[in-house]
C-alpha cells in the first residue's frame, strides 16, 4: 500500500466572509491511497482552515509527510498521532474508506452504500446566508427561500448590530417560525458584556439557535449563557482542539449546551466526530453536521457520512463547489431544501443491472440468454442465445488481446444489447475486475478528475511518501486506469476532446471501438494513443465482433483480421458471408460488400442497404460521411424519393444555435470534400438525429423522417 498526498490552491468563485475575515482562496491536500494487491485506489481532502483549525500550523505538511509515511508503514491509520490534527485525521480517514469502497466494486466516490449514497434519499438541508452588506444579505436571504429553502441559516457579527436586527426582522415579518426556521451563526462574533442582551433582543423573532455567540475558551461566560440564554445555544469552534475523550466529557458537563455543530475536519475526523456524537446522545444534547469550506471531495466524504447517522433535522451541508477550479467529481446536487447525489441514482441502477445480469449468467437452470439487436437498419428484436457461444466468443477476444486475469475492463455501454453483456461476460470468463460505469459520453470523466485531484500526471514524487510509486504499482499505471475499454465511436471522440479524459484515454492498454464507423477525424485523433486501438466488426447475430482493425501505431491497418475459428467467404453481389459455428449454429449472411484479401483478412466497401442509386449512380452512405469527416454539428446522410433520378442524397442535420449556417454555405463546405456528384442535393434541418439506443444512425428511421419533412415541405 502507498500513500501519497497533493497541495492545491482553491478559488472561491465569490468571497466567503466569515467574522474572521474573507476567504479568496483555500489551500488543500489531496490523500491518495494505492493498493496494487488489489490495483484499488483511495482519496481524501486535508483542508485546514486558515486561523480557525487547530491544525493550522507552519509545518503542517511535514506533519502530513510523516502521517503517510505511517501508515504506509504500518497499513493502518495513525490514530494517536493524528489527534491534534483533525484535518489530516479526516482526509486519511476519507481516503482509507474511498480505497475501501473500490475494492468491494463501488466508485472510490461512494464511501457508503446508503439510500442517500445510491440518490434514493436527500438530507434536508439550511441555506447559508453568507455575511455582507445590508443589501446583500437581505437579497440572498430571499433567494434561499424562494429556492425551497425551510430553514435558513444567517451569519451575524459582521456589519452593524441594529441593521442585523433589521434584517432577521424583515425575514420573519415575511415568514413565520411555522414556514421558515432561522438559525444563526455568530463564530463567536459577541462579547462576554453584550452577548446575553443581543441574545433577548433576537429571542423576539423565534430563532431556532446560536452558533458560537462568543469566541471559545471561555468557559465560565459560555456555561452562564447556556444556562440563561433565551435561545439555545450550539457550539461549534469551542469543539475545536478538544481531542481526548476525557476532554470531550468535560466540556460538555461544563458548558451543558443544548446543540453541539460537528465539522470531520476541525473536530477529530470520522472517528472523533462519532466520540462527540455519542456523549451528545448521553446527555440529551442535539447535534447536526456541517462542513467548513471543503471541496467537493471533502464535502462528498462529510455528506455520505452525515447520511449514516440517519439524521432528522436539516444539516449544514452543501455541495462543495464553491471554487472556480474544483475537482469535478462528485455528484452532489442540491434541489429544494435536500442535498442528493443525484447522478448516482443513474449509476446505481446500471450498477443493479450488472448484478442481475451476473445472476442470470451464474443461473444453473438456464442455458440461454435473451440478446436484442440494435435496429440500425430496422425495429429491434429478441432471441435468445446459448450461453456456451457468448464464452466462446469471449474468450476468443480475451485470447486475441492477451487479456490476463486480475487486470480491470471498464464497462460503460448498456446492457441491453450484445456489446455490454459481452464485455461483462469477457470479465466473468477471464477473471478479468469489471468496474461498471453508467453508459454517457464521457465514461472516464470520474477518473479523470480524480486522477488531476492527485496530480499523477506531473509524475512529480517529491511529495510521495514512497518515491518509487511507478514499479511499486507494477505494470499498470494507475488503478483509476482500466486495461481494457469498449465504447462506441462517439463516445471516444467526446472523450477525446477533453483534455483530462484523453490522457486517460490514451494510457489504456486495449481499447475497442464498435457500433459505428471511425470517420477520418476520429481516426486522427486516435494516434496520439499509446495503447492498441481496434475497430471491432460484428453484429448482435455474431454475439459481438468477429474481427478486429488497428486503428494506431505501426500495426495500423485498413482490413479486419478475423478472431480465431472464424471463416469468411463471399456471395454473388459481394457481400459477406460468415460461418462461426462456436458462435451461431448456421451461416449468416450479411449486407456488408467486402472484399477479402489472401491472408483472409477483409475491407468494407459498403453496405447493400446503405447504397443509393441516384440518377443510375449507386452512392455508399457509409463512403460519403466518411469522407466528409466532422462537421460543426450532427448530421447524417439518408435519401429521399425522386421521379427524375429514382433517389436524391439528402442531409438531415442539426442546426447550430450558437453560430447559424445558411444551405448554400453548407453546400460550399461539402463541394470542398466531395465530388459534385457526391453532394447532397437536399438539406433537412432537424431538432435531433435518428439514433438507436446504442448510438448507431437509424437508417431507416432517418429514410422516413426525411421522406415526411420533403412532403410537407413541398405541400407548403
Keep these: 500500500m502507498i500513500v501519497t498526498y497533493h497541495p492545491r490552491t482553491l478559488h472561491f468563485i465569490e468571497p466567503a466572509g466569515t467574522s474572521r475575515g474573507v476567504y479568496l482562496t483555500r489551500k488543500v491536500w489531496y490523500v491518495c491511497i494505492h493498493r496494487h494487491s488489489t490495483h484499488s485506489f483511495g482519496i481524501g481532502e486535508c483542508a485546514p ?185 450550539a457550539l461549534d469552534e469551542e469543539l475545536i482542539g478538544i481531542h481526548t475523550i476525557q476532554e470531550k466529557q468535560a466540556l460538555l458537563d461544563t458548558l451543558h449546551p443544548q446543540y453541539i455543530i460537528l ?41 455520505q457520512w452525515c447520511a449514516l447517522q440517519k439524521p432528522q433535522i436539516p444539516q449544514g451541508l452543501g455541495t462543495g463547489l464553491l471554487f472556480s477550479d474544483n475537482i469535478e467529481a462528485t455528484d452532489l446536487r442540491i434541489m429544494a431544501d435536500k442535498l442528493w447525489c443525484a447522478p448516482s441514482q443513474q449509476q446505481r441502477k446500471f450498477q443493479e443491472e450488472v448484478e442481475r445480469f451476473q445472476k442470470e449468467w451464474e443461473d444453473i437452470s438456464s442455458q440461454t440468454i435473451t440478446v436484442y439487436t440494435s435496429g440500425s437498419t430496422g425495429d429491434p428484436r429478441s432471441y435468445e442465445v446459448e450461453k456456451s457461444r457468448m464464452e466462446a466468443s469471449a474468450r476468443m477476444t480475451l485470447n486475441f488481446l492477451q487479456l490476463k486475469a486480475g487486470e480491470t475492463a471498464l464497462l460503460c455501454m448498456p446492457l441491453k444489447y450484445i456489446a455490454g453483456k459481452m464485455m461483462v461476460i469477457r470479465a466473468f470468463v477471464g477473471g478479468l475486475r469489471l468496474q461498471a460505469v453508467a453508459p454517457s459520453s464521457h465514461p472516464l470523466h470520474t477518473a479523470a478528475a480524480l ?37 462506441t465511436p462517439m463516445q471516444a471522440w467526446h472523450t477525446l476532446q477533453n483534455a483530462s479524459e484523453r490522457r486517460v484515454f490514451c494510457h ?6 464498435g457500433g459505428g ?57 459481394g457481400c459477406l458471408c460468415i460461418d462461426a459455428p462456436q458462435l451461431s449454429p448456421r451461416p449468416l449472411q450479411t449486407h456488408d460488400i467486402v472484399h477479402i484479401r489472401p491472408d483472409g483478412s477483409f475491407t468494407i466497401l459498403g453496405r447493400t442497404d446503405n447504397i443509393i442509386s441516384s440518377g443510375g449512380i449507386k452512392l455508399s452512405l457509409d463512403n460519403i460521411e466518411q469522407r466528409i469527416g466532422i462537421l460543426p454539428f450532427p448530421y447524417q446522410l439518408t435519401a429521399i424519393p425522386d421521379v427524375a433520378l429514382g433517389e436524391t442524397l439528402t442531409l438531415l442535420y442539426v442546426a447550430p444555435t450558437d453560430q447559424p449556417i445558411s444551405v448554400s454555405a453548407l453546400r460550399q463546405m461539402l463541394k470542398a470534400r466531395l465530388e459534385t456528384y457526391e453532394c447532397p442535393r437536399h438539406f433537412i434541418s432537424v431538432d435531433a438525429l435518428p439514433l438507436t439506443e446504442t448510438g448507431k444512425p437509424a437508417r431507416a428511421e432517418a429514410r422516413r423522417i426525411a421522406a415526411e419533412a420533403w412532403k410537407n415541405s413541398y405541400q407548403e
Design 49 to 233: 482552515l486558515l486561523k480557525l483549525s487547530c491544525d493550522d500550523v507552519p509545518n503542517y505538511e511535514a506533519i502530513l509527510r510523516e502521517a503517510c509515511h505511517r501508515f504506509s508503514t504500518h497499513q493502518s491509520i495513525p490514530y494517536d498521532f493524528l489527534r491534534p490534527y483533525p484535518s489530516i485525521l479526516f482526509g486519511l480517514e476519507t481516503a482509507w474508506q474511498s480505497l475501501t469502497a473500490m475494492e468491494a466494486g463501488r466508485s472510490p466516490l461512494m464511501l457508503f452504500d446508503t439510500p442517500f449514497s445510491r440518490g434514493e434519499q436527500g438530507i434536508t438541508i439550511n441555506g447559508l446566508v453568507w455575511m455582507g452588506s445590508f443589501e446583500k444579505m437581505l437579497r440572498r436571504m430571499e433567494e434561499k427561500v424562494e429556492q425551497g429553502f425551510r430553514c435558513v441559516k444567517i451569519k451575524v457579527g459582521a456589519i452593524n448590530w441594529e441593521q442585523e436586527l433589521t434584517l432577521i426582522r424583515t425575514l420573519r415579518s415575511h415568514f413565520p417560525a411555522d414556514v421558515l426556521q432561522i438559525r444563526l451563526d455568530a463564530n463567536g462574533a459577541f462579547t462576554p458584556t453584550h452577548a446575553l442582551q443581543r441574545l433577548r433582543e433576537l429571542s423576539l423573532f423565534d430563532i431556532h439557535s446560536i452558533e458560537q455567540p462568543i469566541r471559545q475558551g471561555q468557559y465560565a461566560e459560555m456555561a452562564r449563557l447556556s444556562h440563561e440564554s433565551p435561545i439555545p445555544i
Design 263 to 303: 465539522k470531520p475536519s476541525l473536530h477529530g475526523g470520522f472517528s472523533g466526530c462519532d466520540e462527540w456524537i455519542n456523549l451528545a446522545r448521553q446527555r440529551g444534547i442535539g447535534y447536526w453536521v456541517t462542513s467548513a469550506l471543503e471541496s467537493n471531495i471533502g464535502l462528498n466524504a462529510i455528506a
Design 451 to 487: 486522477l488531476d485531484a492527485e496530480g499523477f500526471w506531473q509524475q512529480s514524487h517529491t511529495n510521495h511518501s514512497d518515491s518509487k510509486l511507478p514499479r511499486e504499482l507494477g505494470n499498470r499505471l494507475h488503478p483509476l486506469i482500466p486495461d481494457f475499454i469498449a465504447l
Design 508 to 513: 489504456i492498454p486495449h481499447i475497442i471501438i
Design 517 to 573: 464507423s471511425i470517420s477520418e477525424s476520429l481516426h486522427t485523433a486516435l494516434q496520439q494513443c499509446h495503447g492498441a486501438v481496434y475497430s471491432t466488426y460484428g453484429m448482435t447475430e455474431t454475439l459481438s465482433h468477429i474481427a478486429l482493425r488497428r486503428l494506431n501505431g505501426p500495426l495500423q491497418s485498413d482490413a479486419y483480421t478475423l478472431l480465431p475459428g472464424i471463416h469468411i467467404s463471399t456471395d454473388t453481389n
